[in-house]
């Protein structure tokens, strides 16, 4: 009879581990994936996937209207504060954040995944740009120019700052969803039925108060 030890491995590993003829480097990436989003369960892990996909389609929806609401449709001169980056009126500028933070969100959580330095340095750059599109229109109605009034270049900051927050957000949600949705795929082909963190740990618990 053993001592009642539990093996050093942690919950997912346990669930895991169970996993036949899969590729390595997709066990780790499971690995990662319910390591950094923590789904309880099965369910969890359908309820998970649905409700950050439909999270992040209404933010990105949501950030669409607010553009042609705000921006598309507002009355702003594009032609006056021509940003200095590339020399975009303001409606590019606008859409340019918009890519920006759908892109650089998309590389940083797959390279958070994957463990990939290059697509998270281009995330980075991609941010940086974005924050100076955002910053701007204020910066640039205070010190730089005289065509945009303090009022109008604040109205713009904030509405493409708006913008770079809720596309980012969106497209994490939406990242995640797709992750979740490669997990539950990846389950599915091995005939695991996840029980999870918590499950695990119930589990973990039991085998040891009965070895005791």
Excluded: C
């Excluded at 066990?27 to 369960?41: C, D, G, H, M, Y």
């Excluded at 099965?42 to 649905?50: E, G, M």
């Excluded at 409606?91 to 959580?109: D, F, P, R």
């Excluded at 010190?143 to 009022?151: A, G, K, S, V």
Aim: proline fraction near 2%.
């Amino acid at each position: 009879m053993t001592d009642g030890v539990v093996p050093d491995e942690s919950p997912v590993e346990g669930v895991l581990s169970g996993i036949q003829n899969a590729n390595s480097a997709d066990l780790e990436f499971a690995q990662r994936i319910t390591e950094r989003l923590k789904p309880v369960n099965q369910q969890d892990l359908y309820n998970k996937a649905a409700r950050q996909s439909k999270l992040g389609g209404m933010l990105i929806t949501l950030m669409v209207v607010i553009w042609w609401l705000f921006i598309g449709v507002d009355g702003d001169n594009m032609d006056e504060g021509v940003s200095v980056f590339f020399k975009l009126d303001f409606g590019q500028v606008a859409l340019s954040v918009m890519a920006l933070s759908l892109v650089s969100a998309i590389l940083t959580e797959f390279s958070r995944d994957v463990g990939k330095i290059l697509p998270s340095s281009a995330a980075g750059g991609m941010l940086i740009l974005a924050g100076l599109y955002v910053a701007e229109p204020l910066v640039a109605s205070m010190f730089i120019t005289d065509f945009l009034t303090f009022e109008e270049g604040m109205w713009r900051t904030v509405r493409l700052g708006i913008l770079w927050g809720g596309m980012t957000v969106g497209s994490n949600q939406l990242v995640n969803a797709l992750l979740l949705n490669w997990l539950i795929k990846f389950l599915d082909s091995n005939g695991i039925d996840y029980t999870g963190h918590a499950g695990s740990e119930h589990e973990m618990a039991t085998t040891t108060s009965s070895l005791d």
